[in-house]
């Protein structure tokens, strides 16, 4: 299952977000209007990859194919 690849908090819709200071791996990313918790740093990053490599592949495609054109 993927996450949902928009960048708005689900409780207020703000795109701001904070790093508090943590523990070297273990940073949570929070909400900076409500403070809402989107879990650990590492997790959002990974959550949000496929995201990354779809459009890579896709650019990829595209140029590709402009050049055989």
């Known amino acids: 299952m993927q996450a949902p690849t ?3 908090c ?3 819709g703000s ?3 904070r790093f508090p200071p943590g523990r070297e791996g273990q ?6 209007d409500c403070g809402h918790d989107f879990g650990r740093y590492d997790r959002l990053v990974a959550n949000y990859r496929h995201a990354l490599d779809e459009l890579e592949a896709h650019l990829e495609t595209s140029t590709s194919a ?3 054109a």
């Open 66 to 68: 402009s050049r055989d």
């Open 10 to 12: 689900p409780d207020c």
């Open 15 to 17: 795109r701001a977000k």
């Open 27 to 32: 940073y949570h990313v929070f909400c900076e």
């Open 6 to 8: 928009s960048p708005d």
